[in-house]
């Protein structure tokens, strides 16, 4: 979550949440990010089959003045999401234990970076 606070004028900030109140605006970026982060995560994603690097989607949810995105993968393996096995490790049928691998926080970090950045940029030349 982004959190942005401002002391003295908000005369820029002002000018600035009206230009994102304008339809278009802000969506069509925040879909790009999230797009961005499906495409990072698929390339991050360890592949054996391929089936969970293809299976990243997201959702983007605005709600009470809030904006979210949601990366989600929904490649299943009797009922276990594969992408959290693989980040967490997960214990084997014949009781052995598979090490997890973080690939998701790399991968995803510079998709936040971007986000800081172009609401960092949109909030100071408004």
């Given at each position: 979550m982004i959190k942005l606070s401002a002391s003295g004028?908000?005369?820029?900030?002002d000018k600035f949440l009206a230009q994102a109140a304008r339809p278009g605006n802000i969506?069509?970026?925040i879909r790009?990010?999230?797009?961005a982060g499906v495409r990072a995560l698929a390339q991050a994603t360890p592949a054996?089959?391929?089936a969970t690097a293809a299976s990243w989607s997201y959702e983007i949810v605005q709600k009470n003045g809030k904006t979210e995105i949601f990366w989600t993968n929904s490649?299943?393996?009797?009922?276990?999401i594969?992408?959290?096995l693989i980040q967490y490790g997960?214990?084997?049928r014949t009781g052995g234990y598979v090490q997890g691998r973080d690939y998701i926080n790399p991968a995803i970090r510079p998709?936040?970076?971007q986000i800081a950045d172009k609401a960092w940029k949109a909030v100071t030349s408004a």
């Open positions: 004028s908000t005369a820029n900030m969506e069509s970026q790009s990010l999230a797009e054996a089959s391929g490649h299943q393996n009797e009922g276990q594969i992408a959290v997960h214990g084997t998709i936040f970076d």
